[in-house]
Every structure is written in structure tokens, then in C-alpha cells.
């Protein structure tokens, strides 16, 4: 079964660092790009960036480089989102998903998602 | 960037109605990189169509999608009552970022 598994929930204070998860299986983990998505509280969804586990290749939404980082460990088959400071307006339901690399399988569009982590960030 | 406006922002519909939904983009959609996805209460958004009018591995064929350029929609032919939930659209076109629309959120009437 193809599947990506996120970290739990997370509750931090203002000022922390993070780092959360998304592991795929059963499928060529190198071949699809993990895109992250910010759902804040009653609101819509947010593509923040993505990377590409064969090179680690990442594209960002502007308003999102320099406060998270998207890295990958292909040997393990997992990505990661990780803030260094985190802020209140960081609260969120974070979710992982996958879309392929080649323009062929891109076409699919995100197929695959997590089941979310909650981030809760409060003093 | 390109700006997805979703419209209405809420539809009241009974079961077993016909549902549209709209979804405009702000410059044309390369090659129809157009999706559509459901989210219900508590879960993570599921695929329903992609290239615009492609459905995705086990939907309904209640689901449809249309549209190219700029203006695309998804038509639910009979609502069933696992179908109220917030839909969205998203483009991944050329280049990111990718985006999406602000959802359309379908309620019992």
C-alpha cells in the first residue's frame, strides 16, 4: 500500500526549534517530489515548498524561505519541515504529499497525502 | 503567481442534487495542470480530479471536471451524502509555487 506516515502532534512555546516527519513506503520514494502544506485553523490550504528526495532539490513559496527548512533522508525514505524559531502564527495542521518528478507522473497532481501533524505554538 | 478564485464560497444543496462548483485562475493554467481535491472535518484533502477533468484512482464517476485557460469547474451529478465536505482547487502548472483556491464548502440544505 502506498502511504506517507507524519509525525504526531507537536505542542512548543515561542522561540523553539521543530522538526516533523513524513515517511513514505510502498512506492520509489526518489521519484516523487514531497510537497508540505499549511491548513492554519478553520482556513484554507497552502502549498509552503517541496523537494526532490533523489537530489534534495527544493523550491519554496517566497513568503515561507528563510523561516522553514525542507531537507530529506532518502535512506530512510523520509522528508522533514523544520523551523529553527517558531512563532505563535506557526500554529497549524501541517500535511505532507507526494507528486512525481517526471512531467508524466507530475500530471497526476499531489496523490498520496499524510494524515497531518498538528503544530501548537503557545507561551 | 497565479490566483485561484473559487466561487460560491458555500453551496446549500439537498441530497441528490447537482452541485457546481467554479474555479478561476488569474493567468492561463499550463497544460490544464488542474486539480480538484475533497476535505472533510479532521482528514487530509483526497484527489478527485487531476489535468482538469482526469478522475483519480477509485472516485465516483458522480465527479466530474471541466474547463481549460483560465476557467474550470467540478460537477457532483447527484449529491450523495458523503459529498458535503470543502473542495478545492490547485494549479501546478510550469513552475511554483503552486496554488490554491480558497475552497467551496458544499452544506446540507
Known amino acids: 500500500e502506498v502511504q506517507l506516515v507524519q509525525s504526531g502532534a507537536e505542542v512548543k512555546k515561542p522561540g523553539e526549534s521543530l522538526r516533523i516527519s513524513c515517511q513514505g513506503s510502498g512506492y ?3 521519484s516523487y517530489w514531497i510537497n508540505w502544506v499549511r491548513q492554519m485553523p478553520g482556513k484554507g490550504l497552502e502549498w509552503m515548498g517541496r523537494i526532490d528526495p533523489s537530489d534534495s532539490y527544493t523550491n519554496y513559496r ?53 494524515q497531518g501533524t498538528t503544530v501548537t505554538v503557545s507561551s | 503567481e497565479i490566483v485561484l478564485t473559487q466561487s460560491p464560497g458555500t453551496l446549500s444543496l439537498s441530497p441528490g442534487e447537482r452541485a457546481t462548483l467554479s474555479c478561476r485562475a488569474s493567468q492561463s493554467v499550463s497544460s490544464s495542470y488542474l486539480a480538484w481535491y475533497q476535505q472533510k472535518p479532521g482528514q487530509a484533502p483526497r484527489l478527485l480530479i487531476y489535468g482538469a477533468f482526469s478522475r483519480a484512482t477509485g472516485i465516483s464517476d458522480r465527479f466530474s471536471g471541466s474547463g ?23 494549479q501546478y502548472g510550469s513552475s511554483p509555487p503552486w496554488t490554491f483556491g480558497q475552497g467551496t464548502k458544499v452544506e446540507v440544505k
Open chain 1, 28 to 30: 520509489n520514494f526518489s
Open chain 2, 68 to 90: 481549460s485557460g483560465t476557467d474550470f469547474s467540478l460537477t457532483i451529478s447527484r449529491l450523495e451524502p458523503e459529498d458535503f465536505a470543502v473542495y478545492y482547487c490547485q
Open chain 1, 62 to 114: 517566497p513568503s515561507f524561505e528563510g523561516h522553514v527548512t525542507i531537507s530529506v533522508d532518502k535512506s530512510i525514505s523520509t522528508a522533514y519541515l523544520q523551523w529553527s524559531n517558531l512563532k505563535a502564527s506557526d500554529t497549524a495542521m501541517y500535511f505532507c504529499a507526494r507528486q512525481g518528478t517526471s512531467w508524466a507522473l507530475a500530471y497526476y497532481g499531489m496523490d498520496v497525502w499524510g
